[in-house]
């Protein structure tokens, strides 16, 4: 192997966003926010900038495993615009440190920075062709800087025959970066560009600041694991940006666990639901519950034939319909398996009339979706402040899978997803709730303009009776009385943190089931919020 010589300036900063509620820019917020940070700085500077990162993080990515070999040359494709750029000053980055690197430039760089660093990878000597190899196997590493976020169209031609190549090697051989995004990809949505083909990396090098479609959607397989490269400039994100999910948006709004504390500290939640036949759905959601840190768990059946107790959670108390009084509750969670009788009708208006916390899910969504007088309801409740104590407005969740968002915003699910980012914030606006979009990528927005997205789960999570769940999650939340917005942020992350942990353990990604998702839930919520201090 060669021996890599360091890079001439001192080592960029890569940020792992594991963890880390950073702000998630648009195309068009960080277009302003490239020429406020290039303003002032020589030229070129920071696109060199992401070369030398992009440069400094394979040769520490392969220290370790002896992937950067002469015999095995890093292959680095090059696109006509700043990300091949990006590209080019790589290769010189990699060439003056010693390591074998050549470049594919099927059509020159056009763009100013580009020609420039061009001129540079020339004179460093960089080899350059305009014809692909016969094979990428042999290379150690291959790199993704055909385009941006500047792919304005569909890739044709030879760059929509790079990405399948770059894709494929991706899947066989492993040891592909994408710079900034890989090629093809939405950054805003998570979308391929007008529906066609995009490049398949391992990992993503993405610069100056995280982007939303690199969680959403196609993004986490495309992608794959992200770092970011913020180019020492230090972005002010406007107060609309969103986030990345993040312990540290929601940990400080959970209740103290004090030695005084008793059952009623930690709140009563009914879940309401289950019309006949289907009352396992709010059993999961109770279950969760329980396991989440509610002081006590009900659950309010809808339909006939409900069991008198659930056998392995005999500390749920079960109600037949109409038995449980709905103002007694500290929050319900409405919709689990309730179809859509004269029953639910009647247990969904009785819960939007009372003051508790609300979380809305399923078939509460669809009845709010096909009858304007209960969506008024719900918004009335929102916005008079039915808590009224306060003043403020009582939480209120909505948690709709694409299909149950498309029928409240009358549309289709394929509208939703081509923006999931815009659904989510345009039915929080329309509802005057907190809505969790859920899905690859799951979106909480807020009413009042936050949102973030979620980094968690996997498709493990991908069988029934895990959003059931997830409503027992957030339901408990709310009885324990954190706000709406961070009810539904901590919900979703610990949702999907346990299924990523249930399949590191070898329970997924196939055949995970919903309700084995609770115990994890709980306990990576005592580790994450109340660690047991020496
Ligand atoms: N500026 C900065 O401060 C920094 C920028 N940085 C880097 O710049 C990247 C953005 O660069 P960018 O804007 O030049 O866009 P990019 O993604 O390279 O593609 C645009 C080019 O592709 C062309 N084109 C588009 N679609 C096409 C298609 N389907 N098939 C063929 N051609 C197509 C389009 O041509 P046109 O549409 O004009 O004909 C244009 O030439 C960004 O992601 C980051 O990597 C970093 O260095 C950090 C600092
Ligand atoms: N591929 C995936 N990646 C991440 N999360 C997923 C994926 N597929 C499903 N989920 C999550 O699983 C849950 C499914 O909820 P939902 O569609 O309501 O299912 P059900 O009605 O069967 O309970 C949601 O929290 C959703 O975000
Ligand atoms: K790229």
């Known amino acids: 192997m060669t021996n890599p010589r360091p890079l001439p300036d001192h080592p960029p900063q890569l940020l792992s966003p594991n963890d880390r509620p950073l702000p998630l820019f648009t195309v068009a917020q960080l277009r302003e926010l490239e020429a406020r940070g290039a303003a002032g700085l020589p030229a070129h500077t920071l696109m060199?900038?992401?070369?030398?990162?992009?440069?400094?993080?394979?040769?520490?990515?392969?220290?370790?495993?002896?992937?950067?070999?002469?015999?095995?040359?890093?292959?680095?494709?090059?696109?006509?615009?700043?990300?091949?750029?990006?590209?080019?000053?790589?290769a010189t980055r990699l060439r003056q440190a010693g390591i074998a690197a050549e470049v594919c430039m099927p059509v020159e760089v056009k763009a100013e920075d580009a020609r420039w660093a061009l001129g540079e990878a020339r004179a460093a000597g960089v080899p350059i062709s305009h014809v692909p190899p016969a094979s990428l196997d042999a290379f150690g590493w291959v790199v993704d800087g055909l385009f941006g976020i500047g792919l304005a169209r569909p890739l044709e031609g030879i760059f929509a025959e790079l990405a399948v190549r770059i894709g494929r090697r991706a899947t066989t051989h492993g040891r592909v970066l994408a710079l900034d995004v890989p090629s093809g990809l939405d950054s805003d949505t998570g979308n391929v560009v007008d529906g066609g083909l995009a490049v398949r990396a391992t990992e993503t090098v993405t610069f100056l600041g995280a982007k939303p479609g690199l969680y959403m959607t196609y993004g986490r397989d495309l992608a794959g694991s992200v770092t970011l490269a913020p180019l020492g400039v230090d972005l002010p994100p406007a107060a609309d940006v969103a986030r990345l999910n993040a312990p540290a948006l929601f940990a400080p709004h959970?209740?103290?666990?004090?030695?005084?504390?008793?059952?009623?500290?930690?709140?009563?939640?009914?879940?309401?639901?289950?019309?006949?036949?289907?009352?396992?759905?709010?059993?999961?959601?109770?279950?969760?519950?329980?396991?989440?840190?509610?002081?006590?768990?009900?659950?309010?059946?809808?339909?006939?034939?409900?069991?008198?107790?659930?056998?392995?959670?005999?500390?749920?108390?079960l109600h037949p319909p109409g038995t449980l009084a709905f103002d007694?509750?500290?929050?319900?969670?409405?919709?689990?398996?309730?179809?859509?009788?004269?029953?639910?009708?009647?247990?969904?208006q009785k819960a939007l009339g009372c003051n508790a916390p609300l979380l809305l899910d399923a078939d509460a969504l669809n009845l709010i979706a096909s009858d304007t007088s209960l969506a008024g309801v719900l918004t009335a409740g929102a916005v008079k402040g039915a808590s009224g104590a306060d003043g403020t407005a009582r939480p209120c969740v909505l948690t709709p899978h694409p299909l149950e968002a498309a029928r409240l915003l009358g549309t289709d699910s394929t509208s939703i997803q081509r923006d999931r980012l815009g659904s989510a914030r345009a039915l929080a606006a329309r509802f005057a709730a907190v809505v969790v979009l859920k899905g690859a990528g799951t979106v909480i927005a807020s009413p009042d303009g936050r949102a973030a997205v979620n980094p968690t789960g996997n498709a493990a999570l991908a069988t029934g009776g895990t959003g059931d769940v997830l409503g027992g999650i957030i339901g408990a939340l709310l009885a324990e009385r954190l706000p709406g917005y961070e009810a539904a942020l901590a919900g979703v992350y610990l949702h999907g943190l346990a299924a990523e942990t249930l399949t590191a353990g070898g329970s997924g990604p196939a055949g995970l089931t919903a309700g084995e998702l609770a115990p994890t839930v709980r306990t990576l919520l005592n580790r994450l919020i109340y660690p047991v201090r020496d």
């Open 48 to 90: 060199v900038r992401a070369g030398a990162a992009s440069a400094h993080y394979l040769i520490e990515r392969a220290a370790h495993e002896g992937s950067l070999a002469t015999e095995h040359p890093v292959w680095i494709a090059a696109g006509p615009g700043n990300n091949g750029g990006d590209a080019l000053v790589l």
């Open 254 to 317: 959970f209740p103290a666990r004090s030695f005084a504390s008793h059952k009623g500290t930690f709140g009563s939640l009914a879940v309401v639901g289950g019309d006949t036949g289907m009352c396992g759905a709010p059993i999961l959601a109770a279950r969760a519950a329980l396991h989440t840190g509610a002081g006590k768990v009900h659950v309010a059946f809808v339909g006939e034939g409900a069991p008198a107790y659930d056998a392995p959670y005999p500390e749920l108390m």
């Open 328 to 348: 007694a509750m500290d929050a319900l969670a409405v919709g689990c398996g309730m179809g859509r009788g004269a029953n639910a009708i009647a247990s969904l």
